[in-house]
Each structure stands twice: as structure tokens, then as C-alpha cells.
């Protein structure tokens, strides 16, 4: 059974051809920049990768172009799309609807819609994710897997909010946090990576990529999270400027006589990396402009370490101490500055970054020294797995019921 994975984000789609029997990814790609002028298209394994500077308006065109890579040029892997059997996609908000991953048919669509409200930059991209492939695959199973269920573990004290009860009541008004699948996989992974039981450690782990969270995981269960309602409140990140105080909302739509839509608008495409330092959401870009001297681009770096420390040492203290940090995602795997900045001065809570460690690339690693208390790990996360597992698990289900 093969199952196409679409993991549609704020600014990229990547998506894996998975074999499920073997665990083995036929083929892979991403999407990145999507919407803007330097877009382009990865496609392809290993040494066998096609890089292909290409337009995308819209995820529609990005989808597009996975499915004609998928089965046609040089490094096609299946001959037609009859070859896929299944369709995994990430959908990030479940809300109330969704406590586990569902088969989509058109009330899920519709839920799915209905949502978008709570999640405006990705339930909309995986709207069109649905959509694009359902007009080239007609009738193709398809299953969404949720970023919120991971987080049905966290204890009314975290995730209600402290406005009139009757919200909650009303609306299911509460937090629900996002990346669930990819916390899930990397907490896993960095237990197995220490060959340490996963119920046995207090772990902080930190997705931190254009758009970022950080969840308390206190002896395998999810007590915590920073993303709330919707995936814009926590972390500063790429263009969502993460928790800031609500009275914001208000004066900004008095001063600057925004609508309600135009300060969503504000808070989610036009804060975070980009508004702070009026270059880019992506921080190769702020990274290379603060090393010229650039200084909004220096504090721009620096408010989004800030931000993370924040979040490590509400966790630390909600857990009573932590085992292991780990990292994941573009900037958490990548960006070896971006981690010397957010370990700097944690050595008194024994949490100390090992600096030659912390300049390797690639895989699964630890970059702590080998006397820090706490580990800290980079794992490359693996959405695409799990939804795959997840996505196969749905549609056998439905296969034994004869509903399909
Ligand atoms: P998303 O899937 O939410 O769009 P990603 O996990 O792909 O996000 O992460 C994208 C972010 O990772 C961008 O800000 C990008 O600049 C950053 N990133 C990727 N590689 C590097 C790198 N080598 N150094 C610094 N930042 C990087």
C-alpha cells in the first residue's frame, strides 16, 4: 500500500510517497516559499534530488506540480496515480470535532472549513490540498490527521482560559494547541534515541520552524503547550507574532482603524520574523542581514531566542525540572546560531550547549556536552510517518467495515 502524504504549512508543502509494507519512502519533496517569487520545487531521493526554481501562486499550484513529479520526468516513481492507494493530509485544527484522525468525506471538508477560523494560514492550505487532489484523484481515499488530538492529555488548569466561563461553554472556547503529530514523533524518537523509557522523563520539546510551539511532556504525557486556540498564540515566529498582550488588538484597530480581519491579517502574515525586521519570514535571510549589521534583524534574532527561553523555563518549572530538550523543525535543525542563542546562560540549570557538537548537520544528535544534567537532542521530525500509519489504520478500518 502506498500513501501519499501532504503536509500543506503556512508557506510550504511537502509531501512523501510512502510504501507502508516497507516503511519506505519512494518519494519526497517540498515545496518551499510557496506564494512568493524565489519559489521552488525539491523533488526527489538522496543524491536523486531535482531542484527546480518554479512560480506557485497558491498551494494549488504547488499540489500540481508534486502529482506530474510523482509520475512523469526523471525521477517519477509510480507510472499513474492508480499507484497510490491512500492520501494522508496534516490538517492543523481539529477543534472539538476531531479527537482522533478522520476518513474525509464532505462533512469532514465542511468541518475541516468551518475551522479555519481558528487556524487561518493552514486549514485553508490544506483545504486546498484536499481539494487539488480530489479533481486529480477522483474517489481516492483520503484521511486527515489533526495537530490538536496530541494535546487531549493537558489538564483543564492548561489549557482553559481565565475569561467568563460561559465562553467555553458557548463556543469550546480553550486551548488546543498545534504540531501535535510532530511532537509526538520526535518526544518518541529522542526516548528510543537514549533507549530510555518515554514515561520515565520530563521532556521539553521544541518544534521551532516558520511556525513554531513548545510542549511539556511530563513522563509521556502532554501537559502543556504554547500554542492555544489557534496556532498563532506562543512563540514569536516566522510572520505570526505569537502571545502578545490582547489589549493590542483593540488599539490597533482604534489607531490605525483596522478591521478585525485586517489586524488577524497583521498578526499572522505581517508580525514575527518578518515585521520585526522588515526582511523576511525566513531566517537564512534575518540570519545573513544581522551578520552585515543590520540591527532589526539582530533584534529580530534575538526576540525570537528570548521567546523560546521564555517558554523552557514555564515548562521547567510546571515539570518540577526537566531530562531532555529537544529540537526539530527548519530553524531547530538547522540553525546552529539559533541554538547557541537560546542555551546561552542555562548553565546553572545544567543545561549546557556543547558548541562543537552544536556545528554538526544532519540526523538524529546530541549537541549537549557530556556533563550537561540535560540532554538536548535534534531530531528531525517525521509528520509523514505517523500520518502515513495513521492514514492506513483509518482506511483498513473502513475496509473491514465494508465501507469501502
Ligand atoms: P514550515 O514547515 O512551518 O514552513 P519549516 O520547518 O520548513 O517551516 O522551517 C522553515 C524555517 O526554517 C524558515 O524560517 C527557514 O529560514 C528556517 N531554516 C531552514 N534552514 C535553515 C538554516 N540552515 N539556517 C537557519 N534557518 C533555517
Do not use: W
Not at 145 to 163: E, R
Not at 212 to 237: K, R
Not at 264 to 273: A, I, P, R
Amino acid at each position: 500500500m502506498n500513501v501519499l502524504v501532504i503536509n500543506a504549512g503556512s508557506s510550504s508543502l511537502k509531501y512523501q510517497l510512502i510504501n507502508i509494507e516497507a516503511q519506505e519512502v519512494l518519494a519526497k519533496g517540498i515545496c518551499e516559499r510557496v506564494g512568493s517569487d524565489e519559489a521552488f520545487h525539491k523533488h526527489g531521493i538522496d543524491d536523486n534530488e531535482l531542484v527546480i526554481d518554479t512560480p506557485m501562486k497558491d498551494h494549488n499550484d504547488a499540489m500540481a506540480l508534486v502529482l506530474e513529479a510523482l509520475t512523469s520526468g526523471p525521477n517519477k516513481v509510480i507510472d499513474s496515480l492508480d499507484e497510490i492507494d491512500a492520501v494522508g493530509h496534516r490538517v492543523v485544527q481539529g477543534g472539538k470535532y476531531f479527537s482522533e484522525s478522520a476518513f474525509i468525506d464532505d462533512d469532514v471538508i465542511q468541518k475541516i472549513d468551518e475551522l479555519a477560523e481558528l487556524a487561518p494560514l493552514h486549514n485553508k492550505a490544506a483545504l486546498m490540498g484536499i481539494y487539488a487532489c480530489m479533481e486529480n484523484m477522483p474517489g481516492k481515499p483520503m484521511v486527515a490527521v489533526f495537530d490538536t488530538s496530541y494535546f487531549q492529555t493537558l489538564p483543564p488548569k492548561a489549557y482553559m482560559y481565565p475569561l467568563p466561563y460561559e465562553y467555553y461553554d458557548k463556543y469550546s472556547l480553550r486551548k488546543y494547541g498545534a504540531h501535535g503529530t510532530s511532537h509526538r514523533y520526535i518526544a518518541e524518537r529522542a526516548a528510543q534515541f537514549l533507549d530510555e523509557d518515554l514515561d520515565d522523563l520530563k521532556m521539553i520539546t521544541c518544534h521551532l520552524g516558520n511556525g513554531c510551539s513548545m510542549t511539556a511532556i511530563d513522563h509521556g504525557i502532554a501537559i502543556d503547550t504554547s500554542m492555544g486556540l489557534t496556532p498563532l498564540d506562543g512563540l514569536m515566529m516566522g510572520t505570526r507574532c505569537g502571545a502578545v498582550d490582547p489589549a493590542i488588538v483593540p488599539f490597533l484597530m482604534e489607531h490605525e482603524d483596522l478591521s478585525f480581519d485586517e489586524v488577524n491579517d497583521v498578526m499572522n502574515k505581517k508580525s514575527g520574523l518578518l515585521g520585526i525586521s522588515g526582511i523576511s519570514n525566513d531566517l537564512r535571510s534575518v540570519r545573513a542581514a544581522s551578520e552585515e549589521g543590520d540591527e532589526r534583524a539582530q533584534l529580530a534574532y534575538e526576540m525570537y531566542s528570548h521567546s523560546v527561553k521564555k517558554y523552557l523555563g514555564q515548562y521547567i518549572v510546571e515539570m518540577g525540572g526537566v531530562d531532555v530538550i529537544v529540537l526539530t523543525a527548519g530553524v531547530g535543525e538547522n540553525c546552529d546560531k539559533m541554538r547557541r542563542m537560546i542555551f546561552s546562560g542555562l548553565q546553572p540549570l545544567g543545561i549546557v550547549l556543547d558548541l562543537e557538537k552544536n556545528k554538526a548537520r544532519g540526523g538524529e544528535r546530541e549537541v549537549s556536552t557530556d556533563d550537561s544534567k540535560v540532554q538536548i537532542l535534534v531530531i528531525p521530525t517525521n509528520e509523514e510517518l505517523m500520518i502515513a500509519l495513521d492514514t492506513l489504520d483509518v482506511v483498513e478500518h473502513k475496509r473491514l467495515n465494508g465501507e469501502l
